[in-house]
């Protein structure tokens, strides 16, 4: 089996800073999404919850996801990286953010 692409939230945190645009795929739940996510000026957050995506299948996700770089996310980083496997295997670029929203929420509260 191999490795599932993926980046740190500090790597994370970085790229949004240095501007590039990317597509955040958060695959919680929509309450889940209400209650927080990843917002920036050149990031595009969509959700799709995993049991959607698996389902839908990659060729039929939203227009708006980018086919530059995505980068999945969920609580803690295990959803998102059966979302990964699933849109790396389709050919999309694309990471597992590792440590999910709880890892997120440590680097992101820390000024750059």
Avoid: Y
């Amino acid at each position: 089996m191999s490795q599932i692409p993926a980046t740190t939230p500090q790597e994370l945190k970085e790229a949004i800073a240095d501007g590039a645009e990317l597509t955040i795929l958060d695959v919680r739940q929509p309450h889940e999404f209400e209650n927080d996510h990843i917002e920036a000026e050149n990031v595009e957050t969509i959700n799709v919850p995993l049991n959607e995506l698996q389902t839908l299948g990659p060729d039929q996700l939203p227009d708006s996801v980018s086919d530059d770089r995505i980068v999945a996310v969920c609580r803690s980083g295990n959803r998102s990286s059966f979302a990964t496997r699933i849109l790396d295997q389709a050919g999309l670029d694309v990471e597992n953010l590792q440590g999910g929203m709880r890892s997120w929420k440590q680097v992101a509260s820390v000024p750059s």
